[in-house]
């Protein structure tokens, strides 16, 4: 064979690698549309993210059809686009269509560590958070109070919907200790002791000036524990906030992923039922009416080409919040690849 026609048929193999991956996009970006119609049986998610595949980029077609639609040479040449614009792309979702039904309205699976969106719906969509708020508490209490300060248990501060911690009226504990029930059983009295210890409308206005100054900005909040409709936020907001908070204070994720914490008399149990996922590093849940399912997760996955990565997971408005994470993670496990 000579030197030419090996070449020759060299190219041939590579164009056919780049189609193929792009095939996959086509699949990516068209068919979750579809789930997101509400029809079972097709793909689960509207990704609103353009993913780049095997560095090709393809802005060009509307549709399948008019992709199939192409000659050879017009698909060859579409191969040969230009590498896009975001180089740190790593991700490659290969078989879209084995995901499972995503009932969320919106949801963004992304890497903790770089920062990257792998896939996501309606990321930008505003919406009641509930208590995923006392993520946004810890924080806080975490820049503006000292760990060690002594907080008293009064009847007046207890005075909140909701009694998961079991105070009792008259101890103490500090700032340090309250962070457990806060964010292992959802404590919305934990939520309340925390912001009254100096002044509930400054540390609320503490919360959204700290959730301003890291870029969080559709995000508001009037309570610190989200019984209020009124705090509200987006799936980008919120995984800003998670890596802000793993970066920062990463000792608040390691006690969202404990399974229980004694205190003296006090114990807390982890009422989180990710918690049980092997993957599960931390996070938070939280549900009211308003609000409906809602959950952020830090999971370390070992995705389908070996690499173990850090993933944050933002579930919003859903009824099927576990489900819902379950099948975005062995789809993560299954499906993806980081280059």
């Known amino acids: 064979m000579t030197e030419h026609r090996k070449s020759q048929y060299a190219n041939m193999a590579l ?3 780049l189609l ?3 095939f996959s996009l086509f699949s990516l970006t068209f068919g979750l549309k579809k789930v997101y119609e509400e029809k079972p049986t097709e793909l689960a998610a509207e990704v609103q993210k353009p993913v ?3 560095g090709a980029s393809i802005p060009e077609i509307e549709n399948v059809r008019e992709y199939r639609d192409l000659t ?3 698909r060859a040449a579409l191969a040969r686009a230009d590498v896009p614009e975001n180089p740190e792309a790593r991700y490659v979702l290969n078989q879209l269509e084995r995901l499972g039904v995503i009932n969320a309205r919106s949801f963004l699976v992304g890497d903790l560590d770089t920062g990257e ?3 996501e719906r309606k990321p930008n969509e505003i919406y009641p958070i509930a208590s995923i708020t006392k993520y946004m508490t810890a924080y806080t209490a ?4 000292m760990p060690n300060e002594l907080v008293e248990i009064t009847s007046s501060r207890l005075q909140v919907e909701g009694n998961r911690g079991r105070f009792e009226p008259g101890d103490f504990l500090t700032i340090r200790d309250l962070l457990y029930p806060l964010l292992l059983v959802s404590s919305n009295d934990a939520g309340e002791i925390i912001a009254q210890h100096r002044q509930r409308e400054v540390f609320i206005d503490f919360m959204n000036a700290t959730a301003d100054g890291v870029g969080m900005t559709n995000t508001n909040f009037e309570d610190p524990t989200g019984l209020s409709q009124n705090n509200v936020s987006t799936a980008r907001d919120l995984f800003t906030m998670m890596r802000t908070v793993q970066n920062d204070y990463p000792q608040i994720v390691d006690i969202s992923r404990l399974s229980f914490k004694e205190n003296g008399d006090y114990l807390w149990r982890n009422i989180n039922r990710a918690a049980s996922f092997p993957e ?5 849940t939280g549900y009211t009416n308003a609000a409906r399912q809602t959950s952020i997760g830090y999971y370390q996955i070992q995705l389908a080409n070996d690499e173990i990565k850090n993933i944050g997971v933002v579930i919003l408005q859903s009824n099927t919040r576990q489900q819902d994470t379950r099948n975005l993670l062995d789809y993560l496990k299954r499906y993806v690849a980081y280059l």
Request: charged residues 30%.
């Open 15 to 17: 164009a056919l690698a």
């Open 20 to 22: 193929v991956g792009c």
């Open 280 to 284: 599960f590093r931390g996070g938070k």
């Open 142 to 145: 975490a820049e503006r109070l």
């Open 72 to 74: 050879d040479e017009e």
């Open 52 to 54: 780049p595949i095997l």
């Open 117 to 119: 969106i792998i896939f």
